[in-house]
């Protein structure tokens, strides 16, 4: 492994780590789906998301080798794996150097993240039993923050908040991934095969074990990731924990005589292809949603699928992380940073309404092979993301103003 910092020229790997051009991307890879699924382009990138690749070997009466998947699953199941190695290697780095290292400055925006969880889950509940439906079970859809597009819009909107704004908002969205995780680990898990299982947390643990002695050579550690994410699939869990695990397997502190960590200098290099790939080509083939999804635009809006989603992301996760804070501030153990406010806070919760990413995951997860309720859901998820993110930018916009003129709080430190 290099030891040499990564540089910050303006090379195109540089220019995809920039939260500001991987929210970019992501989002007109949306809005182009979400073209496409509404013009007469439609039935071709229906075809083309329903197109089979892979291959699977017949090795016995009742066994296959093989993956053999439409570009639509390849997209959720395959390359998204590199999105989650991602947030597997932010997580570790958060617990070991981060923000998440000291639990007293951590234990407020934790708490936070849980109240922006469950909150809003409650609320689709509440929306699903109203209407007497039976789709209670997407109630973990509302229930996931985007971190990407969150701290993108915090860059360009939030210049002149205090720092401390920022590291809330991360510590919170890191929770939440994590949160989502375990809910798509235990919930959404198939039939579990544990033989696959096994070897699937073989090939992590060995990889742990070549990571953690010095050698990061590709052509030893991306057969290793490959078997581990194959035989996670085989075994029936969703394969992007395997990416999650395997990421979390990095070493956060440098190993040897190295001067950074191999999780700097993987998330670096990692965090481009996530961004400037992984991400975009997910949004590609799950954001088209057609607006007449449940029959027409209208049925659709008031489907309650999407008004549990809609007011879950918009409502309900803004709320969740608000009201734990106004709980909890007083208490020694959940102490607000003094250079936030409430309204700081305020601010803060449309920020981790927009659900987008794993969202449309768990509502793939979620309705299986109901495409009407998956087509509703993501209608969901999209408008909700949308809508918070939009409410987002305003209040970013205001606290920013408010911190930038006022002369109570010179010496804290400034988003810049």
């Known amino acids: 492994m290099s030891s040499r910092r990564p540089d910050d020229t303006f090379t195109l790997k540089e220019r995809l780590n920039s939260r500001k051009v991987g929210g970019a991307l992501l989002l007109s890879a949306a809005v182009v789906a979400f073209v496409l699924a509404n013009s007469p382009a439609a039935p071709f990138y229906d075809w083309l998301k329903s197109l089979y690749l892979g291959f699977n070997?017949?090795?016995?009466?009742?066994?296959?080798?093989?993956?053999?998947?439409?570009?639509?699953?390849?997209?959720?199941?395959?390359?998204?794996?590199i999105f989650f190695f991602v947030v597997g290697i932010e997580l570790k780095r958060e617990f070991v150097t981060g923000s998440l290292r000291d639990p007293r400055k951590a234990t407020l925006p934790i708490a936070a993240a849980v109240g922006g969880m469950a909150v809003p889950a409650l609320v689709y509940v509440a929306v699903i039993v109203s209407f007497g439906a039976s789709a209670v079970n997407g109630w973990a859809i509302p229930v996931a923050t985007d971190i990407a597009f969150a701290l993108a819009l915090l860059a360009v909107f939030g210049r002149g908040l205090p720092s401390t704004f920022r590291?809330?908002?991360?510590?919170?969205?890191?929770?939440?991934d994590l949160l989502a995780i375990i809910i798509i680990a235990v919930f959404f898990t198939a039939e579990l095969s544990l033989l696959w299982l096994l070897g699937s947390l073989v090939a992590i643990v060995?990889?742990?074990?070549?990571?953690?002695?010095?050698?990061?050579?590709?052509?030893?550690?991306?057969?290793?990731?490959?078997?581990?994410?194959?035989?996670?699939?085989?075994?029936?869990v969703h394969a992007t924990i395997a990416g999650v695990l395997l990421g979390m397997s990095v070493p956060a502190k440098p190993v040897g005589n190295d001067k950074i960590s191999m999780a700097e200098d993987m998330e670096h290099d990692w965090n481009a292809i996530s961004q400037g790939f992984a991400l975009p080509v997910f949004a590609l083939f799950a954001a088209g949603v057609p607006l007449s999804a449940g029959g027409s635009f209208l049925d659709?809006?008031?489907?309650?699928?999407?008004?549990?989603?809609?007011?879950?992301?918009?409502?309900?996760?803004?709320?969740?992380?608000?009201?734990?804070?106004?709980?909890?501030?007083?208490?020694?153990?959940?102490?607000?940073d003094p250079s936030l406010q409430l309204s700081d806070v305020l601010a803060m919760g449309p920020l981790a309404g927009i659900g987008f990413t794993v969202s449309l995951l768990i509502g793939?997860?979620?309705?299986g092979?109901?495409?009407?309720?998956?087509?509703?859901?993501?209608?969901?998820?999209l408008l909700g993301s949308v809508s918070a993110a939009i409410a987002g930018i305003f209040l970013l916009r205001w606290r920013a103003r408010f911190h930038r003129s006022s002369d109570l709080a010179e010496g804290v430190e400034r988003l810049p």
């Open 57 to 81: 070997v017949s090795v016995g009466e009742d066994a296959s080798v093989g993956v053999r998947m439409s570009i639509e699953h390849w997209a959720a199941d395959g390359v998204l794996a």
């Open 167 to 176: 590291t809330f908002l991360l510590t919170l969205a890191v929770i939440d």
């Open 206 to 236: 060995v990889f742990w074990i070549v990571l953690h002695r010095g050698y990061n050579q590709a052509w030893l550690t991306f057969p290793l990731a490959i078997i581990a994410w194959y035989c996670m699939y085989q075994a029936g």
């Open 300 to 336: 659709s809006i008031t489907d309650p699928v999407f008004i549990g989603v809609f007011l879950g992301l918009f409502i309900g996760k803004p709320l969740g992380v608000l009201l734990v804070v106004v709980l909890l501030r007083r208490l020694p153990a959940f102490k607000l």
């Open 364 to 367: 793939t997860l979620a309705f």
């Open 369 to 381: 092979d109901d495409i009407v309720h998956i087509d509703v859901a993501h209608l969901g998820v």
